[in-house]
């Protein structure tokens, strides 16, 4: 989002939270293809390949045909984000940043869907009911329900000093959002909303219907040098199809590794307060789990060093009550630049499961060897212990190539698919392509990485500008895979301007 948090503010650098293309995690197995988001029957999956749209079964092979998805007036677009209807692999809705001011820093959210498997697209502009003067719309995820509705969480900053999360609702398929709904509303001076994530309860269970939103809910102080503010982990539910929501409930709980010396804080706090980039998935069994990052501050000096960590609190009872958290990794972030280059960088995970067992999956990067790998790791106890981390993509180690921004997808046949920019191709590492890692054995190990983009392009071109001089192509990107095909969804600027692409992948097929 484009609120600046309290690393950032460290660097002078606002940060933008997370997003998976991820709805819920138990989405179904078995596909009745749709023509749209009705009950219309099609004889066959389609999907771009070839510079065409063809059937099921003649698989694409690379180069996959990339898909511009954006042909608008907007001047630059950024932080995609992209869901596929559980019971309609055809129906695609993706959103992301529209720019009306690259130079000022000034964008809303806007949204299109697709009805084809990707191969052409509706783009229905700006997200109905925000335009009042001098809103800014940010951080948009997705989640479709059990009747092919689908939603979107926002986060909202308005005149004169108003922050806020909303919920909006589209009924067919994405072509149409209806008014949003507040979730929480605040004066930005006492309490900062950011980066909200949304998923669905897709289960057959007490609370199936169910939409489930987390986000980071600051308040206090500053969230600058010295991480004076509370940076709590925020959960709403609404049990009446986003008709209402519930007021928020604080959900990060305290656990000895939260351990925090930092100045201004209360002595021996364990707090694991400092929550960013949170995503909540739905388990077979209705648990909710929701990994999330914690960052109480990157460097102070050399004598206080507090790496992010990864960690993970669940919910059995949709909601009411939440785990202690659990410990999943500690990380060497990606914080800052990658040197020359002015674009702004930070760790954030993606998170998903799996949708018959349960096995829970995260994904970051990570600057443990020197340049930046996307790492791995995987729950068999639904969250409560964690493999040591595996890494994902396959070019040589310590090469000086960067791999970061991962999205994760988990097809309902268990294939895990993720995607992350790599500037491997590039000699001077400055050039970045989308490439696709999966894996067909639960996360034990990945096929051969697989480059998605037909074209590298330059990070430079046609950059928005934020408010402390940093180039902005985002902080994620989006995806989303069933059992035949996996969905990039990044932006890009071969085309002299930041647009959206995506492209089709055959997923691989579990053993």
């Not at 986000?215 to 982990?233: F, P, R």
Request: hydrophobic share 35%; net charge negative; aromatic share 12%.
């Amino acid at each position: 989002m484009y609120q600046p948090s309290k690393r950032f503010k460290l660097f002078l650098l606002p940060v933008v939270l997370l997003l998976a293309g991820l709805s819920a995690c138990n989405t179904t197995n078995t596909y009745a293809p749709l023509s749209s988001a009705t009950s219309t029957p099609i004889s066959a999956y389609t999907l771009s390949g070839s510079g065409t749209c063809v059937k099921l079964g003649q698989h694409p092979q690379p180069p996959f045909l990339n898909v511009r998805v954006s042909h608008d007036s907007f001047l630059a677009h950024s932080e995609p984000m992209l869901a596929e209807n559980p019971h309609n692999p055809l129906n695609l809705v993706g959103g992301t940043k529209f720019f009306t001011d690259p130079a000022h820093y000034r964008f809303q959210i806007g949204y299109f869907a697709s009805f084809d498997g990707g191969c052409t697209w509706t783009d229905g502009g700006v997200l109905p009911g925000f335009q009042k003067e001098f809103t800014l719309t940010s951080d948009i995820s997705f989640a479709f329900d059990t009747h092919n509705d689908v939603y979107a969480g926002v986060l909202y900053d308005a005149r004169p000093g108003m922050s806020g999360i909303a919920v909006s609702k589209s009924t067919d398929g994405g072509k149409t959002f209806g008014n949003p709904v507040s979730i929480i509303e605040s004066q930005e001076s006492k309490i900062i909303h950011d980066k909200p994530w949304i998923t669905v309860d897709q289960t057959n269970g007490p609370h199936k219907g169910n939409v489930y939103v987390v986000w980071s809910y600051d308040y206090g102080n500053d969230c600058g040098q010295g991480n004076l503010c509370v940076q709590e982990l925020a959960f709403s539910r609404s049990t009446d199809g986003g008709k209402s929501f519930s007021s928020p409930a604080f959900i990060e709980g305290s656990a000895p590794f939260c351990a925090n010396p930092l100045p201004d804080r209360p002595p021996h706090s364990t707090r694991c307060d400092a929550a960013i980039g949170a995503i909540p998935v739905v388990e077979p069994n209705g648990t909710i789990a929701v990994g999330y990052a914690v960052a109480f501050e990157t460097i102070l000096d050399t004598a206080r060093f507090i790496p992010t960590m990864l960690l993970v609190t669940t919910s059995s009872d949709a909601g009411t009550t939440w785990t202690a958290p659990v410990l999943i990794a500690r990380v060497h972030d990606v914080f800052g630049r990658f040197p020359p280059e002015r674009y702004r960088n930070e760790t954030l995970p993606a998170f998903a499961c799996d949708p018959k067992t349960g096995q829970l999956y995260i994904a970051w990067s990570d600057k443990g060897t020197g340049d930046a790998d996307i790492m791995f790791s995987t729950s068999q106890d639904r969250g409560q212990t964690w493999a040591p981390p595996l890494r994902v993509n396959d070019d040589p180690l310590k090469n000086g190539a960067n791999q970061f921004q991962p999205q994760m997808a988990v097809a309902p046949d268990g294939a895990i698919s993720i995607s992350f920019f790599d500037t491997r191709l590039d000699p001077s590492h400055k050039l970045i392509d989308v490439y696709l890692a999966q894996s067909v054995d639960h996360g034990t190990s990945f096929l051969k990485n697989v480059r998605v983009t037909t074209q590298s392009w330059d990070p430079a071109v046609d950059a928005p500008i934020d408010g402390y001089g940093n180039q902005f192509i985002g902080d994620y990107q989006g995806l989303a895979a069933d059992n035949f095909f996996v969905h990039p969804f990044w932006n890009d600027t071969r085309t002299g301007a930041q647009e959206i692409f995506t492209a089709a992948v055959p997923g691989a097929q579990p053993k």
